[in-house]
């Protein structure tokens, strides 16, 4: 059975700072997905990661993918409060098709 | 383009009562999956359909079911509502295809609340 670890579950920064999340996995993928959820709200695909080595860039946020580790970072750089919310990793297995298996969730709170 | 539709966004239900709740997939997309997501916890699978046929399912018993129609929309239906299904159902819509076009986009969600 698929297993996705995310850490640290909880994280409070202040706004200006940097900070890293991790995404363990537990068995091969093909495709590791970043998801950012607001309160209440559904989820927003951020990063789609299919290679070793994949490196992929929007705004503050870089993620990154090392297959043969089975982890994946997501790295915040220079936070804002804009960034508070609720961020998501989710693995495929590949022989899953579109079926994800979702971490616990790391749930960002950027203080100005 | 719309996105992912769900409906309806909220619902209140009895203990024992059925639910069914609907989805119409992103344009151009032929899978949809339906995903559990209780208060303060990832998203968990529940089933997915492709070609009007239930392909993949997750670790739900079988008060949840499913189906897809010719125009890939879907509905999942509940039986035998209990307190622990108050959950976002979030239905996520896909194209078999190659592995970056695999991508799930989810629709706003419906907020079951059972009573």
């Known amino acids: 059975e698929l297993k996705v670890e995310q850490n640290p579950l909880f994280l409070s920064m202040q706004e200006g700072k940097n900070y890293t999340i991790y995404c363990n996995y537990s068995t091969t993928s093909d495709r590791l997905y970043w998801y950012r959820q607001d309160p209440g709200k559904s989820l927003e695909s951020l990063f789609v990661?299919?290679?070793?080595?994949a490196v992929k860039q929007e705004g503050r946020l870089m993620a990154s993918l090392d297959t043969k580790a089975r982890l994946s970072t997501l790295h915040i750089t220079a936070a804002v409060h804009d960034l508070s919310a609720t961020y998501f990793c989710?693995?495929?297995?590949?022989?899953?098709?579109?079926?994800?298996?979702f971490g616990e969730g790391t749930q960002l709170t950027v203080n100005p | 383009d719309a996105g992912v539709t769900q409906s309806p966004t909220h619902l209140i239900k009895t203990r024992g009562q059925q639910v069914t709740l609907r989805c119409s997939p992103k344009?151009?997309?032929?899978?949809v999956s339906w995903y559990q997501q209780a208060l303060g916890q990832g998203p968990q699978f529940i089933f997915q359909y492709y070609e009007e046929e239930e392909r993949q399912r997750g670790n739900f018993p079988d008060r949840f079911s499913g189906h897809q129609f010719p125009n890939y929309s879907s509905e999942l239906n509940v039986n035998a509502l209990l307190l622990g299904d108050s959950a976002l159902y979030l239905c996520?819509?896909?194209?078999?295809?190659?592995?970056?076009?695999?991508?799930?986009?989810f629709g706003q969600g419906t907020r079951l609340t059972v009573v």
């Open positions: 990661l299919l290679s070793n080595g």
């Open positions: 344009s151009g997309h032929d899978t």
């Open positions: 989710a693995v495929a297995e590949e022989t899953s098709g579109s079926r994800l298996t």
């Open positions: 996520a819509s896909s194209l078999v295809g190659l592995a970056d076009s695999r991508r799930a986009f």
